[in-house]
């Protein structure tokens, strides 16, 4: 069975999501989001800062506990999972993408080290099979081999978040969280970066969630499309369609404001 | 193969005092295998419009649109996707592409969405631009510095080059010169033999009575008309 | 050796019974979860912290009158602090004093293990600076103790193998972090690596104190503890490829002196009480005086 079969036969979602919210006291962080998350799928949650898209990936990447709502992941009890459970997910199954590549990188240790440390997490213990899978994953993002054993700080931006991403996909997750993954970055870096994630998407399979307030990116990259506002989920389904026709006066006003160059 | 039944389509304008524009009522269309058919009507009279609704892009007011067992109305997100990956193919006016992807890999992506190795998909990718004399100096290349008959070429490639049994193609000879014009007919036509059906919009008058069996006027569908 | 008239002002071993009753519990519970972290609220003591307030803290709590105390600071019973920390005890405490690994009781000990095998009933204290063997890597507290909680160790294996990346082999030549009873993973104090094969199995109980940084982890007798390394790159308990210059071991500890300035230098055994007795018994090295007797 090819990998598209594979995917577009499977009827069970990977991540099921329902009523989850989130408040900060008296304020509304996210306010009852559902939906489902297919493998192979990329869904992309837009909306302006204070929509609420932040809190809900940070919950859903259980980096926050919601008020309300269940997540199940793979048929288990995400916020029922015990926290060793969750960490572990966190290393293995599911991956999450930072918006600064410093906070999802370890500045002080080589490329090789960031990208072998989740493997050496789950047992690898062969110096020579780590640093092997750690050269091969750095030429897919494409970082020369023979950076392998430089700092993180003497990278770029754009490189730096190339590695974040391979430091991440190492352990083959299924599930990647992805906030801002292209902001900070120059436009011609954010190019390539966008490319790389789609090539990685298809030929792993891979299911993400990608939070941006930048409309390009998720039209590029998304299959289908959340837009946020004030905490709630104001519309969503196919991308293109909800930015070329969309039917929510935000998501029309959203549309309407993006500068076309 | 595409079938649509009772189409209708309004647009609201939330932010202007929720304006209701209506554009389209009541059309009814059939295309079979093998059977390419021209959509014609004045600028503005809705020839976009129903394609965009077949490709699912905009969202039907009321009405059904099939293709084959699918019907585009009523499928979700997902199974519109599944639906764009081997079954419906889509030649858009304009060519969009991620920045700085190479056209070679513009045109496979399509074949590596539906599990064709890399190889063979880059290798069928070229094969079609040699056809339509894309030189192979910009295979390499982002085509977003190409001319328009250019674009228009290798967003051309991109949609014939996977055999989709359904195929919308809006102005596929504009910006094109004569060799190329007849390039891109005779791959409609091959298109046709194998059996796939055409929707197509053509200002060409010559490409539209070369390539289409049938017209369908767009005005018929306005909803002026319909009342 | 010194047998002083313990000072009437302190109470036996300075530490007052409540501070002691406080340490013992700690140590219990370290004693009972191998190789874990306990917290404990180190005192004040008659000497500054980085100069083993931890060790001293624990053996005050462990001494009775009848104990044979023995002090050494990097294998030598003779330097300043051995010798200073020593005599606190004297003073304090009245119990005996020696300089011998056999007849020793308690041994506190400032980054090193004795070369002469202890046995059962022995008390190794050891003086600890920073506990933490994550902490390097991982500054902040709450992210090390969740790692212990839950066994997240791979970041201590990012060490060893920027390491190996950086210089060809595992570079850490002392605090040689090793896992105890397959669970926690333990900094063994900044003992060179050759000794860690000795924490292993060891029918003493040792004891590890730090007291700046408040606290005190254990090794109960015959616990099985294994320095951390990769199956390509194994774990090697090196030495200076030196023999003694005085006593002749092969298989000791070796302090490098230098001797001139000519760049002349001599390797000793670090383990001042196993190289005397080596040499009373007619072992001889390079350097040393040929056993009276000899043809000259």
Redesign the interface.
């Known amino acids: 069975m090819?990998?598209?079969?594979k995917v577009?036969a499977t009827d069970t979602p990977l991540l099921t999501v329902a009523g989850l919210t989130k408040n900060y006291g008296a304020r509304i962080g996210c306010a009852d989001v559902s939906f489902d998350l297919?493998p192979g799928?990329v869904l992309g949650i837009v909306g302006e800062s204070g929509s609420g898209k932040s809190t809900l990936l940070s919950c859903l990447a259980g980096h926050q506990r919601p008020d309300l709502g269940q997540i199940i992941y793979d048929g288990q009890d995400v916020i029922a999972m015990s926290?060793?459970a969750r960490?572990?997910l966190g290393?293995t199954d599911w991956a999450y993408v930072h918006q600064n590549p410093r906070d999802g990188l370890?500045m002080?240790?080589?490329a090789?080290?960031n990208v072998?440390?989740?493997?050496?997490?789950?047992g690898?213990?062969?110096?020579?099979d780590?640093?092997a899978a750690a050269t091969d994953w750095l030429g897919r993002v494409e970082i020369d081999a023979d950076r392998?054993?430089d700092r993180p700080r003497a990278f770029s931006g754009g490189m730096q978040q190339r590695l974040q991403i391979a430091r991440n996909l190492v352990t083959g997750p299924r599930l990647v969280f992805m906030d801002e993954p292209t902001g900070g970055l120059d436009v011609?870096v954010q190019?390539?970066l966008?490319?790389l994630l789609?090539g990685l998407v298809?030929d792993l399979g891979l299911s993400v969630v990608i939070v941006t307030h930048d409309l390009a990116v998720v039209?590029?990259l998304a299959?289908?499309l959340m837009v946020m506002q004030g905490g709630r989920v104001v519309e969503q389904?196919?991308t293109?369609?909800v930015l070329?026709?969309p039917?929510?006066?935000y998501t029309?006003?959203l549309v309407?404001s993006v500068l076309q160059v | 193969m595409i079938r649509i039944e009772n189409l209708s389509k309004s647009f609201t304008l939330q932010n202007q005092g929720g304006a209701v524009i209506p554009v389209m009522a009541g059309a009814n269309l059939a295309v079979s295998p093998g059977e390419c058919v021209g959509l014609i009507g004045p600028s503005g009279a809705g020839k976009s419009t129903l394609m965009r609704l077949v490709w699912g892009n905009y969202l039907a007011a009321g009405g059904a649109i099939h293709i084959g067992a699918t019907d585009v109305a009523q499928a979700t997100p997902r199974e519109i996707i599944a639906l764009r990956r081997d079954r419906l193919g889509y030649v858009s006016q304009f060519l969009r592409v991620v920045p700085r992807v190479p056209t070679r890999d513009v045109v496979a992506e399509p074949l590596l969405q539906l599990g064709v190795s890399q190889g063979e998909a880059r290798l069928r990718a070229e094969t079609l631009l040699a056809r339509l004399n894309i030189p192979q100096r910009l295979w390499d290349l982002s085509p977003t510095t190409f001319s328009g008959g250019e674009q228009q070429r290798v967003n051309i490639a991109r949609g014939f080059i996977h055999a989709y049994p359904a195929l919308l193609l809006d102005e596929p000879t504009a910006s094109l010169d004569s060799t190329n014009r007849a390039v891109v007919l005779e791959l409609i036509n091959e298109a046709k033999a194998r059996g796939a059906a055409i929707l197509g919009i053509f200002h060409d008058e010559d490409a539209r009575s070369i390539v289409c069996d049938r017209l369908v006027d767009v005005t018929e569908f306005t909803p002026q008309a319909a009342a | 050796m010194n047998d002083a008239t313990p000072e009437p002002a302190y109470n036996f071993a300075y530490l007052d019974e409540q501070t002691k009753r406080m340490i013992r519990r700690a140590i219990l519970k370290g004693i009972a979860v191998p190789g874990y972290q306990v917290p404990f609220a180190s005192r004040e003591m008659p000497m500054p912290y980085g100069w083993g307030t931890g060790g001293v803290q624990v053996t005050a709590a462990c001494l009775v009158p009848e104990d044979r105390l023995k002090v050494i600071d990097q294998g030598a019973d003779d330097t300043t602090n051995a010798v200073s920390i020593r005599r606190f005890f004297a003073r304090t405490a009245g119990v005996a004093t020696t300089t011998r690994t056999t007849e020793a009781t308690l041994i506190q000990t400032r980054h090193r293990i004795p070369e002469t095998p202890l046995h059962a009933g022995q008390i190794l204290v050891y003086q600890v600076p920073i506990p933490e063997p994550l902490r390097f890597l991982e500054p902040r507290e709450t992210e090390t103790r969740k790692m212990h909680e839950l066994e997240e160790y791979g970041l201590m294996h990012v060490k060893l193998y920027e390491d190996i990346a950086r210089h060809g082999q595992i570079a850490t030549s002392y605090a040689y972090p090793v896992k105890v009873s397959g669970r926690y993973v333990m900094d063994p104090s900044p003992i060179p690596k050759f000794d860690n094969p000795k924490l292993s199995g060891s029918p003493a109980i040792q004891l590890f104190g730090a007291g700046r940084e408040q606290r005190i982890y254990a090794l109960p007798p015959y616990t099985k503890v294994v320095s951390l390394d990769f199956d390509d790159h194994p774990f090697q308990a090196s030495k200076a490829a030196h023999d003694c210059d005085l006593c002749g071991a092969k298989a000791s500890y070796l302090d490098e002196v230098i001797t001139d300035d000519l760049g002349g230098r001599m390797f000793v055994c670090s383990d001042t009480d196993f190289c005397t007795d080596r040499q009373a018994h007619g072992k001889r090295g390079r350097v040393s005086a040929p056993v009276s007797g000899d043809a000259a």
Do not use: K, N
């Not at chain 1, 090819?2 to 079969?5: N, Q, V």
């Not at chain 1, 072998?116 to 789950?122: I, N, Q």
């Open positions: 090819s990998l598209i079969e577009t297919f799928e926290e060793s960490r572990r290393r370890r002080g240790v080589s090789g080290g072998g440390e989740r493997l050496m997490a789950v690898a213990r062969h110096y020579g780590i640093r392998i054993d011609s190019a390539r966008l490319d789609r298809r039209r590029l299959h289908r389904g196919l293109d369609q070329d026709d039917q929510h006066a029309q006003l309407s």
